[in-house]
């Protein structure tokens, strides 16, 4: 890099961007997830989950744009390619098509886990070097586990039980969930 934001050291810098590539990378690959949940849930309560799911996106594009500009801003390149996502993934695409209410969001709540998940690594790792990148993240993981509750109030009973609880594989989680 030929230049980075001041006061940061070049390896900070370059930590850094290596972790905003990665949630930038999981964050084009959640929206485009959440547009084909949007086409493919069927069934009860079709429309409320299927509308409710755009603003999702539109969110999720929004921080998608936010990380990779904050990469340009550190003097580097953002990759914003379908083969980025595919390098940059440690996970599997997701495996569902068209399905129910339920076993979507069953499902979902699995990739809400992971992306969560990742995105409070990225704040440990970025806040003892870049508090501004770290506040950046923090407040999109608020915004994240915010519709992550909306996705598991689907799931939930009124002892506060999920109904897709203990599945590791977004598959379990549908099998159970539907
Ligand atoms: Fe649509």
Redesign the pocket.
């Known amino acids: 890099m030929a230049f980075t934001a001041p006061g940061l050291t070049e390896d900070s810098a370059a930590t850094v961007v290596k972790t905003l590539q990665e949630r930038l990378s999981a964050l084009n690959d959640l929206h485009l997830t959440l547009?084909h949940i949007?086409?493919n849930v069927v069934g009860t309560n079709f429309i409320g989950v299927?509308e409710m799911i755009?603003p999702q996106v539109e969110l999720v594009r929004g921080y998608a744009d936010t990380l990779a500009e904050r990469i340009a801003t550190m003097g580097a390149s953002p990759q914003g390619t379908a083969k980025a996502i595919e390098d940059n993934r440690s996970w599997d695409d997701y495996s569902l098509g068209r399905d129910s209410v339920q076993a979507h969001l069953g499902a979902l709540d699995l990739v809400y886990v992971g992306v969560i998940k990742s995105h409070r690594d990225a704040i440990e790792t970025t806040g003892k070097i870049d508090p501004v990148t770290e506040d950046i993240l923090i407040g999109q993981t608020a915004e994240l586990e915010k519709f992550h509750w909306f996705v598991r109030a689907h799931l939930e009973s009124y002892t506060g039980e999920l109904s897709n609880a203990g599945a590791t594989t977004e598959q379990e989680a549908a099998e159970k969930a539907r």
């Open positions: 547009k949007h086409w299927h755009d």
